[in-house]
Nanobody, 116 residues
Framework: QVQLVESGGGLVQPGGSLRLSCAASGLPFSSYPMSWYRQAPGKERELVAAITSAGISTNYADSVKGRFTISRDNAKNTVYLQMNSLKPEDTAVYYC?????????WGQGTQVTVSS
């Protein structure tokens, strides 16, 4: 069975950094494009960053460009989200997603809170 397990969330001050990890199991990880989404209270879930299966190409929401970096290690079946210069508006639950054709898998989410 497919599992995506996020970690690395927490409370950080504005301007700080966090690195999220998502460990995947039960799927051929290196063949799946991977994404990070987030959902703030009262808002819809939004795409934050995406990376192709081989890690060649990445894509970011305008709101995080230049601050967040998505990467992956196919040998470790893990995708990362490095978040720098965090802002209060980055506060949300962050979800890992693996999607290919009809397959669409989600992790349980990790809370990121940016507050002084």
């Amino acid at each position: 069975q497919v599992q995506l397990v996020e970690s690395g969330g927490g409370l950080v001050q504005p301007g700080g950094s966090l690195r999220l990890s998502c460990a995947a199991s039960g799927l051929p990880f290196s063949s799946y494009p991977m994404s990070w989404y987030r959902q703030a209270p009262g808002k819809e879930r939004e795409l934050v960053a995406a990376i192709t299966s081989a890690g060649i190409s990445t894509n970011y929401a305008d709101s995080v460009k230049g601050r967040f970096t998505i990467s992956r290690d196919n040998a470790k079946n893990t995708v990362y989200l490095q978040m720098n210069s965090l802002k209060p508006e980055d506060t949300a639950v962050y979800y890992c997603n693996a999607k290919k054709h009809w397959d669409d898998y989600w992790g349980q989410g990790t809370q990121v809170t940016v507050s002084s």
